[in-house]
């Protein structure tokens, strides 16, 4: 099974049933949240970049309930800062691990750090028998292409907000691009600068492309595994 918990803004939960992935966990000051900092629970914790929106409460969250964190090696020292015995597993850009529940890659992200040395990342998950990408904060790039191509993306987790990251006519694109089989769109009407309208992102994705949009409020789950009947 994989199921996917979305806390809102960026901060999500993948849940194998044995390993729970908390992404970009930004609660604290996240007017969509839908759980608390001090609720969450996590094994491990994979960080796009250091903006305060995704970085957000992962120091605090690694270090109350001991969850490994995933990221950059600049973004990860600043994890270290506040949980300094937290188990991180550095990586960059391009580079693939194998975990307890399966594979991280590392991908590019077309943004800023929010860190300085650092860059921008998002992340392929192998997990519970899908591959998830979660694209971070990005503008389109056609690298998304040869993501699409080097494992078959079931799910694409892509901001649709637009000021700081892709818009609804980008993030349609990128979904060609990625030849996603499902996408959930995130980041999002959390304050009115990246105001998008999720209903319009669907109908030309699902215009433009084969793939399905789930729209998927802050607080709700989606079990993805029955997406398309394999439980
Ligand atoms: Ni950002
Ligand atoms: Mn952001």
Not at 3 to 19: E, I, P, Q, R, V
Request: overall charge negative; aromatic content about 10%; some cysteine.
């Amino acid at each position: 099974m994989l199921n996917f918990s979305y806390y809102g803004h960026s901060a999500f939960l993948l849940d194998d049933g044995k390993h729970k992935l908390l992404f970009d966990p930004f609660l604290t000051g996240n007017p969509l949240a839908s759980v608390k900092a001090s609720d969450v629970k996590a094994d491990y914790i994979l960080i796009t970049h250091a903006h305060g929106d995704h970085i957000g409460d992962a120091p605090a969250i690694a270090k109350k309930t001991g969850a490994a964190v995933v990221a950059i090696p600049e973004v990860a020292a600043l994890v270290k800062e506040v949980a300094t015995n937290a188990e991180i597993y550095e990586m960059n850009v391009g580079g693939e691990i194998t975990l307890p529940f399966g594979k991280v890659y590392m991908t590019p992200a077309l943004h800023s750090a929010g860190v300085a040395g650092g860059c921008p990342v998002g992340f392929v998950v192998n997990v519970g028998g899908m591959n998830v990408y979660f694209a971070g904060d990005t503008g389109l790039f056609p690298y998304m292409q040869f993501l699409g191509k080097r494992v078959k993306i079931d799910v694409a987790i892509l901001p649709i907000g637009d000021n700081y990251t892709m818009g609804v006519r980008d993030a349609a694109e990128a979904v060609n691009l990625l030849n996603a089989r499902y996408v959930i769109p995130v980041h999002y009407n959390t304050w009115p600068v990246i105001s998008a309208d999720p209903e319009e992102f669907k109908k030309l994705t699902e215009s433009k492309t084969t793939a399905k949009v789930c729209i998927v409020k802050p607080g709700e789950d989606l079990e993805l595994t029955t997406l398309d009947g394999k439980v």
